[in-house]
């Protein structure tokens, strides 16, 4: 049976601010707004970077940077997206359908995750995990990146242990959300950590040192 009892207050407010900020910004990323306005400014015309997950973020990380591949999963959804890349005139963007072909818990086996071993060590800018496979993204991402390289996480209080007030969040006393997402942390540990929340969901930002 479905739970409301994150439906306090808070919460609607929170969810309220969140469907008109959506509206008001309809190609803005499925991003934290704040989250959003930082990587408009940490974003550099120069970066290559890999996203996971296609979505609104596609167009608008591709806008704003030298080169972007984008994994999707969803074979509807990327047809979707992919039309809409074409719309806007996109054409810096590697837009990858990779299926989800292994079980949750071998994503490190997947040919999704597995498209950054593409990819040269500290090679990339950044890297945005926000579709399947995230933990086993995360890791393959953490070598992939250069110094000062970005590491973003949508959705992470689901994944790594915080004092957020969104639904579903993780207390420090849970720890990382398994083995993987707790080799994740520990390798994140000295990493510069920009955590944002919307009240609805939160976002990660991470600088690698």
């Known amino acids: 049976m479905r739970s409301f009892s994150h439906w306090t207050p808070r919460y609607i407010v929170a969810r309220t601010r ?3 900020y959506s509206r008001r910004n309809p190609d803005a990323p499925w991003l934290t707004p704040r989250a959003t306005e930082l990587l408009t400014t940490l974003l550099l015309p120069t970066d ?11 167009a ?3 806008s704003r940077v030298r080169h972007l591949t984008s994994v999707e999963h969803d074979e509807e959804w990327y ?11 996109v054409d810096n963007v590697d837009h990858l359908f990779a299926p989800k072909d292994v079980p ?10 597995g498209i950054l071993r593409h990819f ?31 590491l973003v996480v949508d959705n992470v209080e689901r994944f790594l ?14 720890g990382p959300a398994g083995p993987v997402w707790s080799e994740v942390a520990d390798a994140l540990a000295l990493w510069r950590r920009i955590w944002t929340s919307c009240g609805v969901w939160d976002t990660a930002i991470f600088v690698k040192p």
């Open 18 to 20: 969140d469907q008109l």
């Open 120 to 150: 040269a060590a500290e090679s990339l800018d950044f890297v945005l995990v926000d579709g399947v496979y995230r933990d086993a993204c995360a890791r393959a991402a953490l070598d992939r990146l250069r110094p000062g390289g970005l």
């Open 60 to 62: 608008w990380l591709g």
């Open 79 to 89: 047809a979707v997206v992919g039309a809409r890349l074409k719309r806007q005139g």
């Open 161 to 174: 242990p915080s004092t957020s007030r969104a639904p579903g969040a993780r207390r420090p006393v849970q």
């Open 104 to 113: 949750s818990n071998r994503g490190g086996e997947s040919e999704y995750a």
């Open 48 to 58: 290559v970077g890999v996203e996971f997950g296609s979505g609104r973020s596609t």
